[in-house]
Structures are given as structure tokens and as C-alpha cells.
């Protein structure tokens, strides 16, 4: 069963956004993250916003990863920076039904 992570933010600083997502891929992926990824919505109420999506194998990783993610200087750094970019829009946490 995934769990996956879905946070929307709201900015007209792209390239900045994108760099800041790059950044944040190394960290989220170096604490046991699947993966993370970034998008931006081209229709619907949200166009215009960004989506970064993290996904985990189960709770327990998706436990470990927030708790080293909350105690990672590097990430904190990286979060100031994007919070004079950008607006946190929303999160969601979807998970998954093995079928």
C-alpha cells in the first residue's frame, strides 16, 4: 500500500520553483522517499499552481521520512527559501488500494 503525499503551492517564480523542487528531491529521496515530483496544473480550478508529489511505501516510511525530514537543517533552510516564493495552496495524503 503507497502512501503519497500531494502539496499544491501557488507562484509565478518558476525557474525558482523548479530549482527549489530539485533541491528538495535530493533531501525527500535521501531519507527513504520513493520519489518526488513536481508538476504544474495547466487546467482546472488549480492551473497555473504547482503539485509536489512524494510517494512511500507504507506509513511506517512515510513516518521516518517526515520525522528526518522535521530534524534535516538542510530542508529547513530549503522550506524558508521557498516560503518567500511561493504560498502553500494545500496537501492531501492519498493511499493506495493494492488491487
Known sequence: MAIVQFTRFKTDKAEEMVQIARRAKKIFEKHGAEFLRLSRFHTGAWAGEWLVTTRYS?????????????????FAQLQAEGMKIAELEGRNIAVGVDL
Open 58 to 74: 507504507s506509513w511506517e516510511a512515510y513516518g521516518k521520512v517526515q520525522e528526518a525530514v522535521a530534524n534535516d537543517k538542510e
